[in-house]
């Protein structure tokens, strides 16, 4: 089975405050997914989606990441942030079964129960729940959200965190991030950026990414070094694949186990 996630600068404008869906590129990706799918071992994918614009400008605007302690009009964000991650994750359905797809949508929380700051724990009864749909040929599929947190009350679940959870499942053989960027950045010896790592294991990603600052774009997540963070967490003897989405092709080829440009995790 594959996991893969669409982030949210591949289907939204992530830097800009309107909140438009990138409609042709998430049809493209679907379109893609199910080309990749048809030869796929056992033409099975959990989906998961990110934010981008329709939730991390109004998450770090209100700082809502630090749940009751950043202080802020929370009563009145955070279900606007969740209405609009819900009204995203619907254009994403939408597309999926317009394309021939089954899709089941699922909260996070679902899935996964948070305690504080990157403490986060399964939930068995939820995770095989889903296994259950999965089981009957549905397609699960998951996004990121503000969702309770037993220390902070509420804080955000990226859906890098949902794709760390899920990475564990016996039945998950690939992991795919689909992201707008042709790879991770790696560093030079001096320290200076460097070529994209083309291929590195899980601890050598964290001793090798480049950490610029420019690529913090309105995200309350972690941007890349969270997210090498989590890839490196995932799952150990899982290959995790990096790719970008904004070039035609490269979904498609991934899925299908060809060569593709991208980052290649793997212990
Ligand atoms: C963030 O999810 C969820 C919210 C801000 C509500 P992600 O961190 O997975 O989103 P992207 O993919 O980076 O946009």
């Not at 679907?30 to 329709?54: P, W």
């Not at 749909?133 to 998951?142: A, C, D, R, Y």
């Amino acid at each position: 089975m594959l996991l893969l996630k669409f982030g949210g600068s591949v289907i939204t404008n992530k830097k800009k405050r309107d909140k438009i869906f990138r409609e042709d590129t998430a049809s493209r990706l679907i379109e893609e997914l199910k080309l990749g799918l048809a030869v796929f071992r056992d033409n099975r994918a959990i989906l998961v989606h990110g934010a981008g614009s329709f939730g991390h400008i109004l998450a770090r605007e209100h700082s809502i990441h630090r749940g009751n302690l950043g202080g802020g009009d929370y009563l009145t964000i955070v279900p606007r942030i969740r209405r609009d991650m819900r009204r995203l994750n619907h254009f994403v359905e939408k597309l999926l079964l317009e394309k021939g797809f089954h899709p089941i949508s699922l909260p996070p929380e679902a899935v996964l129960y948070k305690e504080g700051e990157g403490i986060i724990t399964p939930i068995p009864q939820g995770i095989a729940a889903m296994i259950s749909f999965l089981q009957e040929g549905f397609m699960p599929v998951l996004f990121g959200d503000v969702i309770a947190d037993k220390d902070l009350g509420f804080s955000i679940c990226s859906g890098d965190d949902v794709m760390k959870v899920l990475s564990y499942l016996d039945e998950v053989e690939r992991i795919i991030f689909v992201t707008a960027v042709d790879g991770i950045i790696g560093k030079n010896s001096n320290g200076t950026r460097g070529e994209n790592i083309r291929e590195n294991s899980p601890s050598g990603l964290l001793r090798d990414i480049f950490i610029s600052n420019d690529d913090e774009v309105a995200d309350v997540t972690g941007s890349m070094y969270g997210k090498a963070e989590r890839i490196a967490e995932m799952a150990a003897g899982k290959e995790v694949l990096l790719i970008n989405g904004n070039v035609p092709g490269r979904l498609e080829s991934a899925v299908k186990g060809e060569p593709v440009i991208g980052t290649l995790i793997r212990t």
